[in-house]
């Protein structure tokens, strides 16, 4: 018998309802972006983004359950973004799911964002456990083993600066607008990414962690050496070498993941991206090329299911549903919740490697 849940996202910058079925059907996924209200800033501003979320999570609940036809009778259970994230909206949408509970009598599910990236392949797909997930957005970066739901090994993660991060703070630098990511692809696409000779942290290293400070602090000197202010030329050559960096050190990190994947699952390898970066053709067609060479099968979900959305939030809900895993009222919202507890702390800042 189907599932039916309710799924809210207020993580970050986006305001997220959707209404999904066990059987892979979306109902709805309504996204509303606050793009035009960070843009000024050059990031988002975390006051900024609670406030809209409290202006417009009860009129986006309610357009998404008239966009499936349903009501909330027709659900078996709202699931809401709990953490890890910007911890007033994280408030936002995990009281929004509380109250709808509280006042249906239906299950509430508070999921990990994390888990909702690392099960979106499930949704769009018969993918089988376990699998290997390179996890790149603009909070986290990390390579996970994903044995099951709730059951996650972290292999490696960033040890200073998320990704997503770096893309932003690099497009905000050379003043091509926000969000970076989206930015920096555009001008990268008619630059020469030769041009200026870039760093790639940890590159040739063993392990599988990330770093990407000492990239943006090298784009910064190369930007401040050239002419003021750069001109369109600098910009794109800039942002394509920036982007070329930023691929090599993601596919050489990931490379080594896959061999320790296999030491743990012998067989093939199923490697997954997710999180808002995985909608960058250029790291798309380089994990490609790396599945291919390795003799992976690779699963990337489609762009709209990248990015922070509902829809995901709503099937790790029914995942975990399934798995017989609820949530009482009382939970509570957590600004930090890594998907691996156990796993050590990355080298870096004291800690040694």
Same mark, same amino acid.
């Given at each position: 018998?189907?599932?039916?849940?309710?799924?809210?996202?207020?993580?970050?910058?986006?305001?997220?309802?959707?209404?999904?079925?066990?059987?892979?059907?979306?109902?709805?996924?309504?996204?509303?972006?606050?793009?035009?209200?960070?843009?000024?800033?050059?990031?988002?501003?975390?006051?900024?983004?609670?406030?809209?979320?409290?202006?417009?999570?009860?009129?986006?609940?309610?357009?998404?359950?008239?966009?499936?036809?349903?009501?909330?009778?027709?659900?078996?259970?709202?699931?809401?973004?709990?953490?890890?994230?910007?911890?007033?909206?994280?408030?936002?949408?995990?009281?929004?799911?509380?109250?709808?509970?509280?006042?249906?009598?239906?299950?509430?599910?508070?999921?990990?964002?994390?888990?909702?990236?690392?099960?979106?392949?499930?949704?769009?797909?018969?993918?089988?456990?376990?699998?290997?997930?390179?996890?790149?957005?603009?909070?986290?970066?990390?390579?996970?083993?994903?044995?099951?739901?709730?059951?996650?090994?972290?292999?490696?993660?960033?040890?200073?600066?998320?990704?997503?991060?770096?893309?932003?703070?690099?497009?905000?630098?050379?003043?091509?607008?926000?969000?970076?990511?989206? /930015?920096?692809?555009?001008?990268?696409?008619? %630059?020469? +990414? $030769?041009?200026?000779? &870039?760093? !790639?942290? #940890?590159?040739?290293?063993?392990?599988?962690?990330?770093?990407?400070?000492?990239?943006?602090?090298?784009?910064?000197?190369?930007?401040?050496?050239?002419?003021?202010?750069?001109?369109?030329?600098?910009?794109?050559?800039?942002?394509?070498?920036?982007?070329?960096?930023?691929?090599?050190?993601?596919?050489?990190?990931?490379?080594?993941?896959?061999?320790?994947?296999?030491?743990?699952?012998?067989? /093939?390898?199923?490697?997954?991206?997710?999180? %808002?970066? +995985? $909608?960058?053709?250029? &790291?798309? !067609?380089? #994990?490609?090329?790396?599945?291919?060479?390795?003799?992976?099968?690779?699963?990337?979900?489609?762009?709209?299911?990248?990015?922070?959305?509902?829809?995901?939030?709503?099937?790790?809900?029914?995942?975990?549903?399934?798995?017989?895993?609820?949530?009482?009222?009382?939970?509570?919202?957590?600004?930090?919740?890594?998907?691996?507890?156990?796993?050590?702390?990355?080298?870096?800042?004291?800690?040694? /490697?």
């Amino acid at each position: 018998m189907s599932t039916t849940v309710l799924g809210i996202e207020t993580s970050c910058d986006e305001t997220a309802a959707a209404v999904v079925t066990s059987d892979r059907t979306i109902r709805a996924n309504l996204v509303l972006s606050q793009m035009a209200e960070h843009a000024p800033y050059g990031g988002v501003v975390p006051e900024i983004a609670a406030r809209s979320h409290i202006d417009h999570i009860d009129r986006l609940v309610a357009d998404a359950l008239a966009a499936a036809d349903m009501e909330f009778a027709d659900l078996d259970a709202v699931a809401a973004t709990a953490g890890p994230g910007l911890i007033g909206g994280v408030m936002v949408g995990l009281m929004t799911a509380k109250a709808i509970a509280a006042v249906t009598a239906k299950p509430l599910i508070a999921v990990n964002h994390l888990e909702g990236h690392a099960l979106t392949p499930r949704l769009i797909g018969d993918l089988v456990f376990p699998y290997l997930l390179l996890l790149v957005s603009g909070g986290h970066c990390q390579l996970l083993s994903v044995d099951g739901v709730g059951r996650y090994r972290r292999l490696g993660t960033t040890i200073d600066d998320a990704v997503g991060e770096a893309f932003d703070k690099t497009a905000k630098l050379l003043d091509l607008g926000y969000p970076g990511g989206p /930015a920096i692809e555009r001008w990268a696409e008619t %630059g020469d +990414a $030769a041009r200026f000779t &870039l760093p !790639r942290p #940890l590159r040739g290293r063993p392990d599988c962690h990330f770093s990407f400070s000492g990239l943006k602090t090298a784009v910064r000197h190369a930007v401040a050496a050239l002419p003021q202010p750069p001109d369109d030329r600098d910009k794109a050559d800039m942002a394509a070498s920036f982007q070329a960096a930023v691929v090599d050190c993601l596919i050489d990190r990931t490379t080594n993941a896959i061999a320790v994947f296999r030491k743990m699952h012998p067989g /093939a390898v199923r490697l997954v991206v997710a999180g %808002g970066v +995985a $909608a960058n053709s250029s &790291l798309r !067609r380089a #994990l490609g090329d790396l599945a291919d060479a390795q003799g992976c099968a690779l699963a990337v979900p489609p762009v709209a299911l990248c990015t922070d959305n509902a829809a995901m939030i709503a099937w790790a809900g029914i995942e975990r549903f399934a798995a017989g895993l609820t949530d009482p009222l009382d939970c509570a919202a957590r600004a930090r919740w890594p998907l691996d507890p156990t796993a050590p702390p990355a080298p870096g800042a004291g800690v040694k /490697a």
